[in-house]
């Protein structure tokens, strides 16, 4: 069974904005500056969100491990 688009990208914002909320708490703890740290959290977020669904979508069209159920 394929995974239609749309879950696709639902699961990428889910994951990255909580994974982004992360990095901006990591480099606020070393640099304890906000500005740079939300400006590497907006670059960060971006980027891997489009990377991210570009895996997802590669992988969908990988039978293995799935069950057709």
């Keep these: 069974m394929k995974e239609k688009h749309k879950r ?11 994974a982004s909320l992360l990095t901006i708490l990591i480099v ?4 304890k500056n906000a500005t740079i740290s939300i400006g590497i959290g907006i670059v960060e977020a971006i980027s891997k969100m489009i990377f991210y669904y570009i895996h997802e979508r590669i992988w969908d069209k990988v039978n293995w491990g799935k069950l057709n159920v």
């Design 8 to 18: 696709t990208v639902a699961k990428t914002i889910s994951f990255r904005i909580v």
């Design 28 to 31: 606020f703890t070393f640099t």
